[in-house]
């Protein structure tokens, strides 16, 4: 499976953006499409994942209720909603065919965000 990531770009602190992960196929070898993201000089975090059967979801606490997953199985998309972004925030995001976010996984290219004055 293919995933392309998009949505990224330059906000001002308490915007918003709609990042996209779009999948080549929303397939059965997976059960979940997770957001990554890796910030300049820190390691990967998990943001946010989605499980494809039953829409399951979990945030990590940093972004608890500012952030919403959600997914379109007709389209093959899951979209991260991100409001009230953060400073804190600016990352290149990631999404993958998980919610632990293995190598052996399929990965996004990532999208940039910047949350900045």
């Known amino acids: 499976v293919q995933l392309q990531a998009s949505g990224g770009g330059v906000v001002q602190p308490g915007g918003s953006l709609r990042l996209s992960c779009v999948a080549s196929?929303?397939?059965?070898?997976?059960?979940?499409i997770g957001w990554f993201r890796q910030a300049p000089g820190k390691e990967r975090e998990g943001v946010s994942c989605?499980?494809?059967?039953?829409?399951?979801?979990w945030y990590n606490p940093s972004v608890k209720g500012r952030f919403t997953i959600s997914k379109d199985n007709v389209m093959n998309t899951v979209y991260l909603q991100m409001n009230s972004l953060k400073r804190e925030d600016t990352a290149i995001y990631y999404c993958?065919?998980?919610?632990?976010?293995?190598?052996?996984?399929?990965w996004g290219q990532g999208t940039l965000v910047t949350v900045s004055s």
């Open positions: 989605i499980t494809l059967s039953d829409g399951r979801t």
């Open positions: 993958a065919t998980s919610c632990s976010g293995l190598p052996d996984d399929s």
């Open positions: 196929e929303f397939s059965r070898n997976y059960y979940a």
